[in-house]
């Protein structure tokens, strides 16, 4: 990962040494630059955001250990009795008893919907808690 670093050594017994921090030199004009423009690419999509939009999906896979499920909606789990429903949805969508379309119908996740909550974000940040 380090290209140039200066190892910290400890005495370990008598003649033996071991490894205990690196300390990395100060990176190269030509790094700095590269992860400004990173930086400065950041900046333009969380405040502009991309021609993207995400629908509900479910992806499943057998293993031989179980069923794997990648499930995409738009929900938020905080709790135990959240996450129970979420299962609970999930075995529903996978015995086919219910289909996505039914659970969110004309749902979207798309550009408008990321900058509003990019700006809800940054409102949030700069608000100082009493």
Same mark, same amino acid.
């Given at each position: 990962?380090? &290209?140039?670093?200066?190892?910290?050594?400890?005495?370990?017994? *008598?003649? *033996?040494?071991?490894?205990?921090?690196?300390?990395?030199?100060?990176? +190269?004009?030509?790094?700095? +630059?590269?992860?400004?423009?990173?930086?400065?690419?950041?900046?333009?999509?969380?405040?502009?955001?991309?021609?993207?939009?995400?629908?509900? +999906?479910?992806?499943?896979?057998?293993?031989?250990?179980?069923?794997?499920?990648?499930?995409? &909606?738009?929900?938020?789990?905080?709790?135990?009795?959240?996450?129970?429903?979420?299962?609970?949805?999930?075995? *529903?969508?996978?015995?086919?008893?219910?289909?996505?379309?039914?659970?969110?119908?004309?749902?979207?996740?798309? *550009?408008?919907?990321?900058? +509003?909550?990019?700006?809800?974000?940054?409102?949030?940040?700069?608000?100082?808690? &009493?």
């Amino acid at each position: 990962m380090f &290209t140039h670093e200066e190892k910290y050594w400890k005495r370990v017994g *008598r003649s *033996r040494k071991k490894v205990v921090g690196y300390q990395a030199q100060t990176s +190269s004009a030509e790094e700095r +630059s590269y992860f400004d423009a990173i930086a400065v690419k950041e900046e333009q999509l969380r405040f502009g955001g991309i021609e993207y939009s995400v629908r509900p +999906s479910i992806t499943v896979r057998r293993y031989s250990w179980g069923i794997g499920v990648e499930l995409c &909606t738009p929900q938020e789990v905080r709790n135990i009795e959240e996450a129970r429903g979420l299962a609970s949805m999930a075995k *529903r969508l996978i015995k086919r008893q219910v289909t996505l379309d039914e659970l969110f119908p004309d749902t979207n996740y798309d *550009r408008e919907n990321w900058l +509003s909550e990019s700006f809800a974000r940054a409102n949030d940040a700069t608000k100082v808690p &009493t």
